[in-house]
T-cell receptor
Framework: DVKVTQSSRYLVKRTGEKVFLECVQD?????MFWYRQDPGLGLRLIYF???????EKGDIPEGYSVSREKKERFSLILESASTNQTSMYLC?????????????FGPGTRLLVL | GEDVEQSLFLSVREGDSSVINCTYT??????LYWYKQEPGAGLQLLTY?????DMKQDQRLTVLLNKKDKHLSLRIADTQTGDSAIYFC????????????FGTGTRLKVLA
């Protein structure tokens, strides 16, 4: 079974802190994604990566950066956390099989910024 | 627009059928997916349908696709309390920057 793990289930940080969210997948997937999930807005893509050291902006990259130094690990960084970044953060990985791409999700990190 | 839209809430009684609807905008979508998110968990793939199909059945789940109207639905037969969750439709696109677009999610509540 594919396993996608996230470093924390719950985090509480203060405004202005630098926050690191880690995601690790164990299935050698090329593609990895960071989403945030907010009520009524569904999932919004922050950043994604199709290969090591490669990153692409998603729909809402402002205030975030990412790092993919190894294939299995994709980190999301909040350089200076703000209260509007309080959210559930979901990491996913995927591979393309023909034209089908199934995303496998981690359990999520619920971040509260005070 | 590029939105994938769903109604936010659906409530059904245990044993009834649930129908969750989704509309999408990109006619170049190749596959459409349904994911389930249980409380406190990430999303899990339930089923998917290729865009040249009208219907796909998998046990209690039936997916209907109306490509002309860009409308996708998920029917859950004999809905159980364990089906209570948020259901997301998603499309994978062959045009544009992003390959995967998720809907806003429908929260299904099953009443005993």
């Amino acid at each position: 079974d594919v396993k996608v793990t996230q470093s924390s289930r719950y985090l509480v940080k203060r405004t202005g802190e630098k926050v690191f969210l880690e995601c690790v997948q164990d299935m050698d997937h090329e593609n990895m994604f960071w989403y945030r999930q907010d009520p009524g807005l569904g999932l919004r893509l922050i950043y994604f990566s199709y290969d090591v050291k490669m990153k692409e902006k998603g729909d809402i990259p402002e205030g975030y950066s990412v790092s993919r130094e190894k294939k299995e690990r994709f980190s999301l960084i909040l350089e200076s956390a703000s209260t509007n970044q309080t959210s559930m953060y979901l990491c996913a990985s995927s591979f393309l099989a023909g034209q089908t791409e199934t995303q496998y999700f981690g359990p999520g990190t619920r971040l509260l910024v005070l | 627009g590029e939105d994938v839209e769903q109604s936010l809430f659906l409530s059904v009684r245990e044993g009834d059928s649930s129908v969750i609807n989704c509309t999408y905008t990109d006619s170049s979508s190749t596959y459409l997916y349904w994911y389930k998110q249980e409380p406190g968990a990430g999303l899990q793939l339930l089923t998917y349908i290729f865009s040249n199909m009208d219907m796909k059945q998998d046990q209690r789940l039936t997916v209907l696709l109306n490509k002309k109207d860009k409308h996708l639905s998920l029917r859950i037969a004999d809905t159980q309390t364990g089906d209570s969750a948020i259901y997301f439709c998603a499309e994978s696109r062959t045009s544009g920057t992003y390959k995967y677009i998720f809907g806003t999610g429908t929260r299904l509540k099953v009443l005993a």
